[in-house]
């Protein structure tokens, strides 16, 4: 029984570890190095948790600043540290990321003369996986009263496992405070690519009040806005009205930055600052990039204009001069890297027939860090944390194993081509001290060439998979307390003499003689008399499970059509509320009634739009708990009416599956109505295609597809009656920060009375141009075949990566489109170039296959949405096999490295694109200077 309690409690141990590790629900990982003595506290400035670094790295040592630095307005998590004296490279594992998506990281340096010795460490390396992130150099920051750095970086995260390391490079000992990592949405910061990441040099918002750093909550992705203030040179400016209107999707400055600016205290002088270039040892004289962020504040009178240009160094920065409008956005940004330049001047200066002097909010300036290294490949990589897990190897096993060639892990070797990521083709672990039998993860490094695992511990048998290891010729496992016989795989390939195996001095290992067959007998005996009544019990308790289980969900269905039955349209004194009846009380409990001032709480005043809906805009917003939601006012002047936003509130109520935006509550207090609804911050489907840097790769695409199918068919199938969305599109797709996909907005839709088989037929049509069936629009009758026509729609978007209605050369619908060169068999030509060919060429064709058979005409031709979510399934499986065949069988090899990096996008060299002047983009289409509301 022992034992087992034993295994029991490990499993408890990891899972604690685990759940401080998992990044909370808005997918940031607040770690504050060094705690001892709590796992976690709530941030009082920002309600933020923050978590000891215990599940993050194993080395390392705890310590507190000296009580002398100790400030009552330092934030607490700069009180301890972690300082790494052992070892060249030290690292934080941070995990659960989602690849492919763009983050803030952010560490955070506060020496406070922790070690006694009053010596701050000259300087150390960061790195973001394997690619350089920066220097940090405590005497930079020595102007900050007390040491205290904070590097930031804006990085695509290629895996979902990313290490930070802290590397010694002979200037002291690195130590680090805290860690931050920060999803980002993925249209935000667009110069931030693969092969591109930004490093922050400066952060600054004009005029801020009481000169406070704006952060959480106020900008939703946590970045720090610091204050920016001379009264000798500016005039500060502020507002209280709202700064509305959101932006582009491209940097989105939270409003109370936009709030206030600066204009020159000589009425016809200029703005200016700048900043020195600061040199990186890779990078002598980095270029930068620049994002402002203008808003008028002022209401400017008949004749008054105020215009301005923008200088750099002296030379126009952008040809077009700048006139923001009254309260609305303009962000104004440079896409590559500035020529190099020792110095950077910024001159803001009115043109000549403007009457007001020019004014700016706020700045942002990058320098960009290339990404284009490539770490070990994955499954070669996470083979070998796997083994160093373990057996607890404590070598230098940080980092990356094979990169860069000077901190390879020790006792490995690794093969170097110029074309492909590094190999592993040795290791030698012998006199290691192992214990446990072999672990079944060296089977996975299939470049290795030679195995020493000799003068060990090491229990159990051979594993034969090691027989599959094609360039493996050398195997030594002498001295050891293996047992068993050498399995035949490997027997074979000792006999065609392709593999040589030593396991001389295994007491318990039969090598082909009697003793052995002998051996080999008993255990075939106690084959039959245990083996093979356990498994008699394995089966009858399997099929036992599965028969309970298939009953209980079949009477869970029952209940929940059950209870979609009986829910009768209400009006809206008897909506749900939180005390709803008995039998709901689960699901009601979750919808809450919230009053017109509670939401004004929840929004910060209306602060943050996210968008527009039909009913109005929508808002963040944060519950008392912290659950971020969005939430749709309806406004006055919106076509739709109270009873359509009933109803969608209504159905909203009753639905919840994981691949519908789940309703957390509703409002209808007096003249306001509106929905609180799950915040899905990485916005809508639609961004994602049209996003002109990214591009989502096709797995990803599948998934998004298979989920938002699972979506549909659970309105068709899983609802009594049957519920029609009736405005399936890319925009009513929405995507939350682990990139799952959910459909949004059911305010057109309208349950139809299945049982008397009457259609509700309107007289208007409803839905969006270029998905709408044309049958629906041919009788005005709703079908659930009109959601499978506009979902084709979808699915084509997502091969093609174009608009449902394409503009160029002419006016064509996207069906169309397809069509015509499907018909020339030209998948290529309809496939989205920026996948970079990286796709199952036949799983693409099934998928533009069902698109179109979803866009047939006539309904009946149609598949319904629970035969696409079968025939998505069969993609998806189809695209994970082929990406286990190419990662040599192994279904973890893709998700669970960050290593093979940054190797599918082609390597940018930034010296080459030049251009402040030339490449300057506004964030909307072209080169327009156009104010960003909509
Ligand atoms: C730091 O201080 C806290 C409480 O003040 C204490 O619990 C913790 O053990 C200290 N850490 C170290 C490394 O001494
Ligand atoms: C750190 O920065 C200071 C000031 O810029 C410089 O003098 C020093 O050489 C830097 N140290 C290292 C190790 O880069
Ligand atoms: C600024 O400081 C004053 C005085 O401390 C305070 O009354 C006011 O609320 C502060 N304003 C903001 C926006 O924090
Ligand atoms: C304002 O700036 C102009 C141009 O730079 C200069 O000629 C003028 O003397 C300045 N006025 C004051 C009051 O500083
Ligand atoms: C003011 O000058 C700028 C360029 O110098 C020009 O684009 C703009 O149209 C002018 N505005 C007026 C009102 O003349
Ligand atoms: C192997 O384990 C035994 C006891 O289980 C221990 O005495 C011995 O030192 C171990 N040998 C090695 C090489 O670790």
Redesign the pocket.
């Known amino acids: 029984m022992a034992p087992r309690w034993w295994l029991l409690i490990l499993f408890l141990g990891c899972s604690v570890l685990q759940a401080s590790s998992q990044p909370n629900s808005r997918g940031f990982i607040s770690i504050d190095c060094g705690l001892m003595g709590e796992e976690s506290y709530v941030d009082d400035e920002t309600n933020l948790l923050y978590v000891s670094d215990a599940g993050f790295t194993d080395t390392g040592t705890p310590y507190n600043i000296s009580a002398e630095y100790f400030r009552p307005w330092r934030s607490r998590n700069v009180r301890s540290l972690r300082s790494f004296p052992d070892g060249a490279r030290n690292c934080y594992t941070l995990r659960s990321l989602v690849s492919g998506l763009k983050y803030l990281f952010r560490a955070t340096f506060l020496y406070g003369n922790y070690d006694g010795l009053n010596k701050p460490p ?2 150390f390396d960061l790195y973001i996986g394997v690619n350089f992130w920066t ?1 940090v ?4 920051w ?1 102007s900050d009263q007390d040491n205290k750095a904070e590097v930031e970086a804006i990085v695509v995260v290629p895996h979902d496992l990313v290490q930070v390391c802290l590397v010694n ?1 002979g ?1 002291g000992t690195p130590f680090i405070s805290g860690l931050e990592l920060r999803p980002l949405k993925m249209s935000l910061y667009p110069q931030a690519t693969a092969e591109l990441g930004l490093f922050m040099r400066s952060r600054r918002n004009f005029a801020a009040i009481n000169e406070t750093i704006i952060r959480f909550p106020d900008d939703p992705y946590d970045r720090l806005w610091y204050p920016r203030s001379d009264a000798t040179m500016w005039t500060e400016r502020s507002t209280t009205e709202r700064v509305d209107g959101f932006d582009s999707g491209s940097f989105e400055a939270p409003m109370a930055v936009l709030q206030t600016a600066i204009t020159p205290l000589n009425a016809s002088g200029s703005i200016n600052f700048g900043w020195d270039t600061e040199p990186q ?1 890779n990078n002598p004289s980095p270029g930068y990039l620049a994002v402002f962020y203008f808003a008028e504040l002022q209401v400017l009178d008949g004749n008054a204009s105020r215009q301005f240009y923008i200088n750099l160094n002296d030379e126009l920065w952008h040809n077009r001069a700048v006139k923001p409008e009254y309260l609305s956005r303009i962000n104004l940004y440079n896409e590559f890297p500035s020529p190099r330049q020792n110095h950077y001047d910024i001159s803001i200066k009115a043109t000549a027939n403007s009457t007001l002097p020019p004014i700016i909010n706020a700045y942002e300036v990058f320098s960009v860090i290339t990404t284009t290294n490539v770490g070990t490949e994955s499954q070669d990589a996470s083979a070998a944390m796997a083994i160093k897990a373990k057996y607890k190897v404590h070598k230098n096993w940080m980092g990356d194993p094979c990169f860069p060639k000077t901190m390879t892990w020790d006792s490995l070797n690794c093969s170097y081509a110029t074309a492909s990521p590094p190999r592993i083709t040795s290791i030698n672990l012998s006199s290691s001290g192992l214990n446990g039998d072999i672990s079944s993860s060296f089977a996975n490094l299939k470049a290795l060439e030679y195995l020493n695992l000799s003068n060990n511990n090491l229990t159990g048998s051979i594993p034969d998979s090691l027989s599959q290891l094609q360039s493996l010729t050398d195997i030594d496992l002498s001295n050891n307390q293996l047992n068993g016989s050498i399995p035949s795989g490997l027997l074979k390939r000792i006999q065609d003499g392709s593999l040589n195996i030593r396991h001389g001095n295994n007491p318990n290992l039969c090598i082909g003689d009697n003793s052995c067959q002998l051996a080999a007998k008993r255990k075939s005996k106690l084959a039959i008399y245990i083996v093979v009544p356990l498994l008699v019990i394995v089966v009858i308790v399997s099929v036992a499970a599965l028969v309970l289980f298939s009953l209980r969900r079949r009477k869970q269905q029952q209940g929940s059509m059950n209870n979609m039955a009986t829910i009768k349209p209400q009006n809206e004194e008897e909506m749900p509320t939180s005390h709803g009846g008995a039998n709901d009380s689960l699901r009601l409990v979750e919808n809450r009634r919230f009053t017109y001032k509670e939401l004004e709480v929840i929004t910060n005043g209306f602060e943050r739009v996210l968008g527009k809906g039909g009913f109005g805009r929508v808002y963040d917003g944060f519950l008392e708990d912290g659950t971020q939601v969005a939430v749709k006012l309806r406004s006055h002047s919106s076509n739709q009416g109270i009873k359509e936003f009933l109803t969608e509130a209504q159905i909203l109520t009753r639905i919840h599956h994981k691949n519908l935006v789940n309703m957390i509550g509703y409002c209808k207090d007096g003249e306001y109505t509106a929905l609180v609804c799950e915040h899905m911050s990485q916005g809508t489907l639609q961004e994602h295609i049209a996003g002109s840097n990214q591009s989502l790769p096709w797995r990803q695409r599948l998934r998004i597809a298979l989920e938002s199918a699972h979506g549909l068919e659970y309105l068709h199938k899983g609802c009594n009656p049957p519920i029609i969305h009736r405005d399936v599109k890319a925009t009513n797709i929405l995507l939350n920060a682990r990139m799952e996909a959910k459909v949004a907005d059911f305010g057109m839709s309208k349950a139809f009375d299945h049982h008397n088989g009457n259609y509700i037929s309107t007289n208007t049509i409803v839905g969006t141009p270029g998905y709408v069936d044309p049958e629906y629009q041919a009788t005005v009758k709703p079908r659930t075949k009109s959601d499978v026509y506009s979902f084709g729609v979808v699915l084509l978007e997502l091969v093609t990566g174009k608009p449902a209605i394409l503009s160029d050369p002419e006016p064509m619908n996207i069906i169309h489109w397809v069509q015509q060169r499907l018909a020339r068999g030209n998948i290529k030509g309809v496939v989205d170039a920026r996948m970079h060919g990286s796709y199952n060429v036949n799983g693409v064709w099934k998928v533009a296959e069902i698109a179109l058979k979803c866009t047939a005409q006539t309904s009946t031709q149609r598949p319904t949405m629970a035969d696409v979510v079968a025939q998505l399934q069969e993609c998806v499986e189809l695209e994970e096999r082929t990406h286990d065949f190419d990662n040599g069988g192994s279904k973890n090899g893709y998700s669970s490295w960050n290593y093979n990096a940054y190797a599918s996008g082609q390597s940018t060299d930034v010296s080459k694109k030049a251009g402040f002047g030339t490449e300057l983009r506004m964030p909307t289409v072209g080169l327009g200077l156009a104010p960003t509301t909509r």
Do not use: C, D
């Open positions: 000259a300087s220097v150099n405590m005497s930079w020595g490079t200037g040892p």
